[in-house]
T-cell receptor, first 116, second 112 residues
């Protein structure tokens, strides 16, 4: 059973460009979470999605950031007009549907975004 | 709100030394507690977990006991190896919620 997959692993963007980060949850998992890790800090919750629904985006910056989890395909975290402060590691986690085992989150390897 | 506080690093130890990394938490109800490890350039790996008071999580020689009376979940290992050098994160998942709250991480460096 493959784990949570994220791509790309490393992404370099110039200021003002768009960044698209992808996350494929574990097989059978329908809940996806995105976290951001700034340099020398812990992970901070950004958004929680289920298929075709955003459940909680309370940790997302109000502007330039958006996330989706379509019926088919991976979850996408999109950052428009990136700035240097967006440089961070972005981690995706997934968990099974409620009532199917624990709600434990399984983390992917992360995407390291560098804005130049 | 819920929060996690863990000791600041870096922690530098000689091989075979005893390790303790302190973690305390603030939460309502009965959270689940976790320790994650992050090796250089990699993602987070679950090291161990405990879901109720007095539970002891253990894995690869690491242990942590969920102490509700002191709201602590300290990580210990009796004899560290160079390969244990990494950043360790304490985290909690509040009861009835899905958000994981992470501590700021403690960098461990083990010298041969």
């Amino acid at each position: 059973n493959a784990g949570v997959m994220q791509n790309p692993r490393h992404l370099v963007r110039r200021r003002g460009q768009e960044a698209r980060l992808r996350c494929s949850p574990m097989k059978g998992h329908s809940h996806v979470y995105w976290y951001r890790q700034l340099p020398e800090e812990g992970l901070k919750f950004m958004v929680y999605l289920q298929k075709e629904n955003i459940i909680d985006e309370s940790g997302m910056p109000k502007e330039r950031f958006s996330a989706e989890f379509p019926k088919e395909g991976p979850s996408i975290l999109r950052i428009q007009q990136v700035v240097r402060g967006d440089s961070a590691a972005y981690f995706c986690a997934s968990s099974p549907p409620l009532g199917q085992g624990s709600h434990e989150q399984y983390f992917g390897p992360g995407t390291r975004l560098t804005v130049t | 709100g819920n929060s996690v506080t863990q000791m600041e690093g870096p922690v530098t130890l000689s091989e075979e030394a005893f390790l303790t990394i302190n973690c305390t938490y603030t939460a309502t109800g009965y959270p689940s507690l976790f320790w994650y490890v992050q090796y250089p350039g990699e993602g987070l790996q679950l090291l161990l977990k405990a879901t109720k008071a007095d539970d002891k999580g253990s894995n690869k020689g690491f242990e942590a006991t969920y102490r509700k009376e002191t709201t602590s979940f300290h990580l210990e290992k009796g004899s560290v190896q160079v390969s244990d050098s990494a950043v360790y994160f304490c985290a909690l998942s509040g009861s009835g919620t899905y958000k994981y709250i992470f501590g700021t991480g403690t960098r461990l460096k083990v010298l041969a």
